[in-house]
Nanobody
Framework: QVQLVESGGGLVQAGDSLRLSCAAS????????RGWFRQAPGKEREFVAA????????YYTDSMKGRVTISRDNAKNTVYLQMNSLKPDDTAVYYC????????????????????WGQGTQVTVSS
């Protein structure tokens, strides 16, 4: 059974940092683009960041560029999202995702381009 499990969310104050992790099990995703999305209450799920299978390419949404860094450790089958200078508008459930193996498409920034999803981790930023 394939599972993606996010962790690292929580309640923080504006200006704080958080590091989210997403561990995969059931199969390896070392050949897949990995991504992070988020969904705030009453809003649609939106793209945050993506990283290529090798980690050599990254892509970010403009609203968080400069404040987030996506990285991966293929040996651990895990992807990370470092978030700095958090704002109340960053409050959302954050989801990790894995795309198809050996895909030549880049970047993958649409939900439908990803095959596997985690259950999400809540990030709440207070002002």
């Amino acid at each position: 059974q394939v599972q993606l499990v996010e962790s690292g969310g929580g309640l923080v104050q504006a200006g704080d940092s958080l590091r989210l992790s997403c561990a995969a099990s059931g199969r390896t995703f070392s050949s897949s683009t990995r991504g992070w999305f988020r969904q705030a209450p009453g809003k649609e799920r939106e793209f945050v960041a993506a990283i290529s299978w090798s980690g050599g390419r990254t892509y970010y949404t403009d609203s968080m560029k400069g404040r987030v860094t996506i990285s991966r450790d293929n040996a651990k089958n895990t992807v990370y999202l470092q978030m700095n200078s958090l704002k109340p508008d960053d409050t959302a459930v954050y989801y990790c995702a894995a795309g198809p193996a050996y895909s030549s498409r880049w970047p993958l920034s649409r939900s439908y381009e990803y095959n596997y999803w985690g259950q999400g981790t809540q990030v709440t930023v207070s002002s």
